[in-house]
């Protein structure tokens, strides 16, 4: 059977960019069929103990006050987070998670702060965004989430909501499998083991181009699903 056929899906919005210090605000798991309709879903919004930065506000809206009134302590969101994942793994169920080192490395670096358990993910994550770049190389244009679920036909209709990325993600996985099925629409531990070869010689190849181009010194983020040394 395809792991097409049901899709597990995952997403967070957070008060930054760098996945070691960065604080989970927002996030969604959720399931969609074969035919990339949602079967359900459940949003967390948390209060991360810290500052949201007007940065982050500005993208997803949420600011501190709003956290602090609305949110659930962060301990209490990870541990619902970790369940639904373990749940998920449990039953072999693809896991998608666009740009998957940024938020598994989040969720593991959140864990580690709250002394909670890390769930044991397999080898179930499948990450459009390593995947896409393998099987169509050469398109031109940027590869965050919207443009690529442009790239597929896939709309995602409001952009920087956990769920919404979450669910436009998870009919990215399924549109790529689709149109690649000899290279992606495979047993998901041989997807897997592909996406952690993939993803290394990407991070090869642009650490390549970054030192001709720009800095002779420049080191890519290596690790994949989650950052090494995380």
């Not at 967070?12 to 969604?28: D, H, K, Q, S, Y």
């Not at 949602?38 to 940065?55: C, F, K, N, Q, S």
Request: with cysteine.
């Amino acid at each position: 059977m395809s792991w097409t056929n049901r899709v597990a899906v995952f997403d967070t919005e957070t008060t930054g960019t760098n996945p070691l210090e960065a604080r989970i605000v927002t996030a969604f798991v959720g399931m969609i069929d074969g035919a990339g309709e949602l079967e359900r879903g459940t949003d967390w919004l948390a209060d991360p103990g810290v500052e949201i930065p007007e940065p982050a506000v500005e993208v997803h809206g949420i600011t501190t006050e709003m956290a602090r009134e609305e949110g659930e302590p962060a301990p209490v969101v990870l541990q619902k987070i970790t369940a639904s994942l373990e749940w998920i793994v449990r039953n072999n169920i693809a896991l998608v998670v666009y740009n998957a080192p940024y938020d598994l490395t989040l969720l593991q670096a959140e864990c580690a702060r709250h002394n909670l358990p890390m769930p044991q993910l397999g080898k179930v994550v499948v990450d459009p965004l390593i995947v896409d770049k393998q099987v169509d190389r050469y398109r031109k244009g940027g590869r965050k989430l919207g443009t690529t679920a442009e790239a597929y036909g896939v709309e995602l209709f409001d952009a920087h909501d956990a769920s919404a990325d979450a669910v436009a993600a998870g009919r990215v996985a399924v549109a790529i499998a689709r149109k690649y099925p000899d290279v992606v629409d495979v047993p998901l531990d041989q997807l897997f083991d592909a996406q952690v070869a993939w993803a290394a010689e990407q991070a090869e190849d642009f650490e390549q181009y970054m030192r001709r181009q720009r800095d002779p010194n420049f080191t890519a983020d290596r690790g994949w699903p989650l950052r090494t040394g995380a």
